[in-house]
């Protein structure tokens, strides 16, 4: 590479799935991504994610470049904002639980049409501190999909519980039709998530859950603000749980999670379970872990939450301009939103046939593109004892085979949107 002038800098991090890739590590970029990725140790195969963690443009760059996700930029935009925020938590050191925490969940909550918000430090023990609130624990099924992030499986194994999963609709959302089928007198809780920001059937879901007398929490880690038949998700069912993962459609600058519940008993237990058990610094009621958001998170959400209905907006505006220009591409299986429905769009999913050559095809043209997820959770090598096979779920393994999520951070641009659905006909040649 010696003598040739860098077309930009890129960092490359790790994905939202928690697969780590050589952090802050910079490398020139020269021809295209492929050779990122190379240089990653990701291979010539362009499977990781690429984010824009402080890249620069090289002023002799021409080439559009177009990174999946794009957190630099939302950072820039607000960042005076951020950083007198962070400024005020340093200067008046109340670290933990500090007043941003408790305003951050009453505006949250307010947000979300739930009576109660309790933060913690990720969706992760969001969903297994819901659970425990629940008194799920070992003997007790839980009901949930396949095809989410690992998380929503792993809550239930982590309470010593036993996951039993149903497959899911052309919408990537649990399918009700077969919830009745894989239910026994051991099914304690349905976990439903709202896949890709898109609501899953809430009512029918409601229903057979309140016949069987068992609880509902909804995995809303990618949904904030999104709503099903006029109610916004995590106000549903007993429980919501959001992840502030910074890649989410309202992400704090690290780790953060949210739970929301109409019922001022759960929340009361959330909040012990959230504190080690804790009534008083010195009365422990109960065992557990340390689960509490920083304030200086929940004061950086403070912020974000300003700005969350306007990128959503804008989101949503991304997915009608793909819609638009991709629209008659018979290869290609593209989201839309039914009637009754607010999608958020945290990510934009299409399926299409040949997805590997088109995502590759798409990289070498300095496009960004992730598939969430590529291997479907009964298929983890951690699943291995639970006793599921391939074939168990055909939609959900039809859909891994060819799903792949587009750049839509609000922060994208309509000519880059253009330039992306340009190379997807040319691709196919339409
Ligand atoms: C559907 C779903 N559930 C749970 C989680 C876990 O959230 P976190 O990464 O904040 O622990 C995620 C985050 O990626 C998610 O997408």
Not at 27 to 45: D, H, K, P, R, Y
Not at 226 to 240: C, L, P
Not at 334 to 360: C, G, M, N, S, W
Not at 393 to 412: C, D, K, M, N, T
Request: some cysteine.
């Amino acid at each position: 590479m010696e003598g040739q002038p860098p077309q930009s800098t890129v960092v490359v991090c790790s994905n939202e799935d928690g697969v780590t890739f050589p952090r802050q590590r910079e490398v020139v970029l020269t021809e295209s991504f492929a050779v990122v990725l190379q240089a990653s140790g990701l291979g010539g195969e362009p499977e990781g994610l690429l984010y824009h963690a402080g890249a620069q443009e090289h002023p002799g760059a021409t080439r559009l470049e177009i990174p999946y996700a794009n957190l630099a930029a939302q950072s820039a935009e607000i960042r005076g904002e951020l950083l007198e925020a962070i400024e005020r938590v340093l200067r008046g050191a109340d670290f933990i639980l500090g007043e941003e925490v408790r305003r951050f969940e009453l505006s949250f909550a307010e947000l979300c049409g739930a009576r109660f918000a309790v933060t913690v430090n990720s969706g992760t023990d969001a969903l297994v501190l819901a659970l425990r609130a629940l008194g799920v624990g070992p003997g007790d099924e839980v009901v949930t999909v396949p095809n989410s992030f690992v998380a929503t499986t792993s809550c239930i194994v982590m309470v010593g519980a036993r996951p039993v999963f149903v497959d899911v609709r052309s919408d990537y959302n649990l399918d009700p039709a077969q919830l009745e089928r894989v239910m026994t007198p051991r099914t304690k809780a349905i976990l439903p998530v709202h896949l890709t920001g898109r609501p899953a059937d809430m009512d029918p879901i409601m229903a057979l859950a309140k016949a069987r007398r068992v609880a509902v929490v909804e995995d809303a880690a990618q949904a904030v603000l999104a709503e099903y038949r006029g109610r916004k998700v995590g106000s549903i069912g007993a429980i919501g749980c959001f992840s502030l993962h910074p890649l989410k459609t309202l992400g704090a600058c690290g780790d953060a999670g949210v739970l929301t519940t109409q019922d001022e008993e759960l929340r009361e237990r959330l909040l012990l379970l959230r504190n080690l058990g804790l009534r008083t610094r010195d009365d422990c009621t109960r065992w557990s872990g340390n689960s509490r958001l920083d304030t200086i998170q929940a004061a950086v959400l403070l912020v974000k939450l300003k700005y969350v209905h306007e990128w959503t907006e804008k989101r949503r505006a991304h997915a009608s301009l793909y819609r638009s220009a991709l629209n008659g591409i018979p290869e290609l299986d593209i989201p839309t939103d039914k009637p009754h429905e607010k999608a958020v769009y945290h990510t934009f999913v299409i399926q299409a046939d040949r997805r590997d050559d088109l995502k590759r095809y798409l990289a070498l043209r300095g496009i960004g593109t992730a598939v969430h997820y590529p291997v479907p959770i009964h298929l983890q090598s951690a699943a291995r004892d639970l006793g599921y096979h391939r074939g168990m779920f055909p939609v959900a393994e039809h859909q891994a085979g060819r799903i792949l999520s587009l750049p839509v951070y609000p922060e994208l641009r309509a000519d880059e949107i253009d330039h992306i659905c340009g190379a997807i006909h040319a691709f196919y040649g339409t």
